[in-house]
């Protein structure tokens, strides 16, 4: 496998263990055990972590090896509000007809959200799904990189936001209220929903409710 593929399968495999916690908060990355897990030697899985690193999921400290961030909601209530801007940098820089002809698969995804509000099962790959259907006619390469640099440091206080019935139910309205207002073409509103609904995750961070 050539090396550049072999580092972005590795950093892929590195970062799933980070969102989903079988690399654990504020541990350290056991880079032996981790190699030999994987099937490799530790130079190329070195080379992803320093990548990781560089984009804030992992953090190199000297002498120690790689560590795995603690949750921190400060950092958290930073970057929600970072990745509502850029989204809605996204869709105000789509075409609104475009943009239109997403809105049934959109539509389709909240449909499925809904339903599996009732069954509390985890939105999270859903809604993931959902904004990047919503982002999928940007053609502005530079503002798509930064969000999916940045979306991966959110990944783990999604169980936060999601955590209720009630709450989830309400993202997903928003969610269909964004796709009507893109159907009526007020792409001033959608944004400012968009904005709205990334933002309000904050306030439920670390409630516990």
Request: charged share 30%; net charge negative.
């Amino acid at each position: 496998m050539p090396k550049d593929l072999l580092r972005r399968d590795l950093a892929e495999e590195v970062t799933a263990r980070v969102l989903d916690g079988r690399l654990a908060a504020d541990s350290r990355v056991n880079e032996v055990h981790l190699a030999r897990e994987l099937g490799v030697s530790r130079t190329p899985l070195r080379e992803a972590m320093i990548g990781l690193a560089d984009r804030g999921l992992l953090v190199s400290a000297p002498g120690r090896g790689f560590l795995v961030p603690a949750f921190d909601l400060a950092e958290a209530r930073r970057l929600y509000p970072l990745v509502a801007e850029l989204e809605a940098l996204g869709l105000r820089w789509t075409s609104p007809e475009d943009l239109t002809g997403v809105t049934d698969g959109l539509d389709r995804i909240a449909d499925e959200m809904a339903a599996a509000c009732t069954a509390s099962a985890d939105l999270s790959e859903m809604d993931d799904r959902w904004h990047t259907l919503l982002l999928s006619r940007c053609t502005n390469s530079h503002l798509l990189r930064l969000i999916a640099q940045t979306k991966p440091l959110l990944k783990r206080y999604d169980t936060s936001y999601f955590g209720g019935p009630e709450r989830a139910l309400e993202s997903v309205e928003e969610h269909r209220r964004i796709a009507e207002l893109i159907r009526a073409s007020d792409l001033p509103a959608a944004s400012a929903l968009l904005v709205r609904n990334w933002v309000k995750t904050v306030a439920f961070l670390g409630t516990g409710d």
